[in-house]
């Protein structure tokens, strides 16, 4: 039983890594396979007010998101494994899936752009509110079972200091997180919303982490001036 637990850990380990590093070129081929659909010049970026503020050849276009994604999962990959050794209980594991997700999302939003271009029926601001929506559900997710690391969580003065803080944090933020993602879909519904409903969003998860932490850490630590 224990070495059927192990394997099953030790493929599942593969699995995420693989997923990491292939998911870009999966982007890449899919990009590939809409190229009879595609102008010659695809938009890339949209400014508030909707309109095109960067328009790249799409050979050139094309590649953009997978090379991030490559380069992005790649080089946090190797940053997490050289800090292994700080992340704690089941952190690591969180860490990896984090990344899958990161690049999920990614993958998401190159279709999505590539349907724009195509002609489908489709807005930035939808693009974004669901992307939004997608890495605040996938990080409250991760925040609501993660040990201590480097990498994942709120790092502020209080939580680094004090373990329980810590935890306390980001089963709160995690809680935020996830409610925050439906929250997102509005912008979905009513693109005219999405830019107002995800910075808003994300600045009230921050504001209320800081000053939660720095309260349970005075009540924890009442002589720590």
């Given at each position: 039983?224990?070495?059927?637990?192990?394997?099953?850990?030790?493929?599942l380990?593969?699995?995420r890594?693989?997923?990491?590093?292939?998911?870009?070129?999966?982007?890449l081929?899919?990009g590939?396979?809409?190229?009879?659909?595609?102008?010659?010049?695809?938009d890339?970026?949209?400014?508030?007010?909707?309109?095109?503020?960067?328009?790249?050849?799409?050979?050139?276009a094309?590649?953009?998101?997978?090379?991030?994604?490559?380069?992005?999962?790649?080089?946090?990959?190797?940053?997490?494994?050289?800090?292994?050794?700080?992340?704690?209980?089941?952190?690591?594991?969180?860490?990896?899936?984090?990344?899958?997700?990161?690049?999920?999302?990614?993958?998401?939003?190159?279709?999505?752009v590539?349907?724009?271009?195509?002609?489908?029926?489709?807005?930035?601001?939808?693009i974004?509110s669901?992307?939004?929506a997608?890495?605040?559900?996938?990080?409250?997710?991760?925040?609501?079972d993660?040990?201590?690391?480097?990498?994942?969580?709120?790092?502020?003065?209080?939580?680094?200091?004090d373990?329980?803080?810590?935890?306390?944090?980001?089963?709160?933020?995690?809680?935020?997180?996830?409610?925050?993602a439906?929250?997102c879909?509005?912008?979905?519904?009513?693109?005219?919303?999405?830019?107002?409903?995800i910075?808003?969003?994300?600045?009230?998860?921050?504001?209320?982490a800081?000053?939660?932490?720095?309260?349970?850490?005075?009540?924890r630590?009442?002589?720590?001036?």
């Amino acid at each position: 039983m224990g070495i059927v637990k192990r394997g099953r850990k030790t493929t599942l380990r593969i699995g995420r890594k693989a997923a990491i590093l292939g998911l870009p070129m999966i982007a890449l081929a899919l990009g590939v396979l809409w190229l009879p659909w595609l102008p010659d010049q695809l938009d890339m970026h949209w400014g508030a007010d909707g309109r095109v503020t960067l328009r790249a050849p799409t050979a050139v276009a094309l590649l953009i998101v997978p090379a991030i994604g490559a380069l992005l999962g790649f080089g946090l990959l190797a940053l997490g494994h050289r800090w292994r050794s700080r992340f704690e209980g089941n952190s690591f594991q969180l860490f990896e899936r984090s990344l899958v997700g990161l690049q999920c999302a990614l993958l998401i939003v190159h279709l999505a752009v590539l349907a724009l271009n195509a002609g489908f029926a489709i807005q930035p601001e939808m693009i974004g509110s669901l992307v939004a929506a997608i890495a605040f559900f996938g990080a409250g997710l991760l925040m609501r079972d993660a040990d201590r690391n480097p990498l994942l969580g709120v790092r502020t003065r209080h939580t680094l200091a004090d373990a329980t803080v810590w935890e306390a944090t980001d089963r709160r933020v995690s809680l935020w997180l996830r409610l925050a993602a439906c929250v997102c879909l509005l912008g979905v519904i009513r693109p005219d919303w999405a830019l107002y409903v995800i910075l808003g969003s994300a600045l009230l998860i921050a504001v209320d982490a800081h000053f939660y932490a720095a309260r349970l850490y005075r009540e924890r630590h009442p002589d720590d001036g």
